[in-house]
């Protein structure tokens, strides 16, 4: 069964950072793009990062120099490291995966998988 398992999220102060892990089950992910979303509370989910299965990568405007996208094909795995935390990043952060790099735009309407979920709160 394919599955992407979020972990690491949490509570962290403004200026802390916080890594994020997304396990995915099934050969299939080692070859296409991974990505992370965001949706807080009364907005849209938005694009936080992507990056393909060569290790290229995309970022949000918002996030560019403070987090970063990495991935381990080996292991199924990816994750975003997020330094320099602010409390506009406060969110529910979702793992996606798709076939095809188009369909990391938007609200990600169109993804093959999608995880649960982390809850990541920056707050004092």
């Known amino acids: 069964q394919v599955q992407l398992v979020e972990s690491g999220g949490g509570l962290v102060q403004p200026g802390g950072s916080l890594r994020l892990s997304c396990a995915a089950s099934?050969?299939?992910?080692?070859?296409?793009?991974m990505g992370w979303y965001r949706q807080a509370p009364g907005k849209q989910r938005e694009l936080v990062a992507v990056?393909?299965?060569?290790?290229?990568?995309n970022y949000a405007d918002s996030v560019k120099g403070r987090f970063t996208i990495s991935r381990d094909n080996a292991k199924n795995t990816v994750y975003l490291q997020m330094n320099s935390l602010k409390p506009e990043d406060t969110a529910v952060y979702f793992c996606?995966?798709?076939?095809?790099?188009?369909?990391?735009?938007?609200?990600?309407?169109?993804?093959?998988?999608w995880g649960k979920g982390a809850q990541v709160t920056v707050s004092s």
């Open positions: 996606a995966a798709g076939r095809f790099l188009r369909y990391f735009s938007g609200t990600g309407e169109g993804m093959d998988y």
């Open positions: 099934g050969s299939i992910f080692s070859i296409i793009p």
């Open positions: 990056i393909t299965s060569g290790l290229s990568t």
